[in-house]
């Protein structure tokens, strides 16, 4: 697939998920680095080594 960023610039997306445009697959990947950045910020300021859980009450915590 191919996806055009907002500068008109071609982003090749490999991806076996077939059911869904590469509009879609670029969201998702945008939604992922945010929590990428969300939790390198977390671990950075608090301290953390690692995050453990796997419920949103355990990162709450």
């Not at 500068?7 to 997306?13: K, L, Q, S, W």
């Not at 077939?18 to 697959?25: F, H, Y």
Request: glycine residues 4%; charged residues 20%; aromatic residues 10%.
């Amino acid at each position: 697939m191919i996806f055009r960023d907002f500068e008109g610039r071609e982003i090749p997306v490999v991806t076996d998920l077939m059911q869904v445009t590469a509009e879609q697959i670029a969201q998702m990947y945008t939604a992922r680095w945010q929590i990428e950045v969300f939790s390198h910020w977390i671990k950075q300021h608090l301290n953390v080594a690692t995050l453990l859980g796997a419920i949103e009450n355990a990162l709450l915590t």
